[in-house]
């Protein structure tokens, strides 16, 4: 069996820590790119979401460097997410493929039997005993957490650094570095080394630049391909920016679900405006940008793919909760078809507004 994993963010670095702590034959296909994108637009129903077709390109990237399995976590509804599995694998075997869907669905919906079952597929592979296997998927977990922190950080911290540009340094090679060892100690103490780079970074505590939440549809705020590298943009322009949806937080959350204790925080704050589950993260979105506000950031960027049903939902609240809550928001619609130049123009005539709100403060209009 070898393996490979639609992309997410930095999930492929976790799952590589993973695969090669339990010894497990892998592919992890190149990172989200024009490619993937072409190959899945080809292959997917047109009306599909964006991240639909990416998975697409990303197997078939898989697959021809010998893959013969992907493994993919899932959820059994109410969005099209639900479907997503089922689909994708007839639509490789219709283009002639010979491959294997292990489908890690939520506890709640295939039971504690078939779900251990599955996850029992991918470690029959490896030749650790169950106590190792536990260690690896602890290793991993930990990776998943580190990174997330560290990009959190390098993200809010752009804002303050006195040496231009070295957030956005440190965060580019610390992916580089540990995607490079194939050893997970060793991933582990990269990991610890570059947050303790960016908690020891030079900063300036007198600047207020500008903070900006990022919330929307998971899958595309937090991969940089879908969102044109939105945040790298906003680092680059020397913006704070905070996003609360992260791998780590998805592991967390999912956990958690079944005992109704996940992102309280988020939830509680989302239900003046959304009290009720529809489906992707549409609550988790309102919550944000309610929070936003509370924490007294300048702004908030929504983004989601086309025709995502939860995100249209929580595109008609937004304009009620910036009215209520005095947020500006801005929210972008990404597809395949989403021009660079109009994308970008948006996003700096947003942070122009967000500057002149600011003096307009600051004179009292
Ligand atoms: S949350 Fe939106 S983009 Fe994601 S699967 Fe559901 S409908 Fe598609």
């Given at each position: ?103 890690i ?33 602890f290793?991993a ?53 570059y ?9 300036d ?41 992260t ?35 549409a ?16 702004g ?23 009215r ?42």
């Amino acid at each position: 069996m070898k393996i490979t994993i639609p992309h997410m963010g930095n999930v492929y670095i976790a799952a590589k820590i993973l695969f090669d702590s339990l010894g497990i034959d892998y592919v992890i296909p190149p990172p989200n790119n024009k490619e993937a994108l072409m190959l899945g637009s080809k292959y997917s129903p047109e009306e599909i979401c964006l991240p639909f077709k990416l998975m697409i390109g990303n197997y078939i990237a898989g697959i021809e460097k010998g893959a013969d399995t992907v493994l993919l976590v899932s959820s059994c509804g109410p969005c099209r997410f639900g479907e997503y599995a089922g689909l994708q694998a007839k639509i490789l075997r219709q283009l002639g493929y010979n491959i294997e869907f292990i489908v890690i669905d939520p506890v709640k919906s295939t039971g504690f039997r078939e779900f251990f079952n599955r996850i029992g597929k991918v470690g029959a592979e490896s030749k650790k005993n169950n106590i190792s296997r536990l260690n690896s998927i602890f290793t991993a977990y930990t990776a998943m957490s580190l990174m997330d922190e560290i990009e959190m950080m390098a993200h809010e911290l752009a804002g303050y650094e006195k040496n231009k540009g070295e957030c956005r340094r440190l965060l580019s090679s610390c992916k580089k570095d540990v995607f490079s060892s194939n050893d997970p100690a060793n991933a582990l103490r990269i990991l610890r080394s570059y947050r303790n780079k960016l908690k020891h970074l030079s900063t300036d505590s007198k600047r207020n630049p500008l903070k900006v939440a990022i919330m929307g549809e998971i899958y595309t705020v937090i991969d940089p391909f879908p969102n044109l590298h939105i945040e790298d943009l906003l680092m680059k322009a020397g913006v704070s920016t905070y996003r609360k949806l992260t791998p780590s937080w998805w592991v967390r959350d999912t956990l958690l679900k079944p005992l109704g204790l996940n992102s309280r925080h988020l939830l509680e704050a989302s239900n003046e405006f959304l009290p009720h589950y529809i489906g992707g993260h549409a609550r988790e979105c309102i919550g944000e940008a309610v929070l936003a506000s509370r924490n007294k950031l300048d702004g908030a960027i929504q983004i989601f793919p086309m025709g995502c049903m939860p995100e249209i939902v929580s595109k008609s609240i937004l304009p009620a909760i910036s009215r209520k809550k005095n947020l500006p928001v801005l929210s972008l619609v990404v597809d395949e078809m989403t021009g660079e130049a109009g994308y970008m123009t948006r996003i700096e005539a947003f942070l122009d507004l967000l500057e002149r709100r600011r003096e307009n403060v600051r004179v009292g209009n």
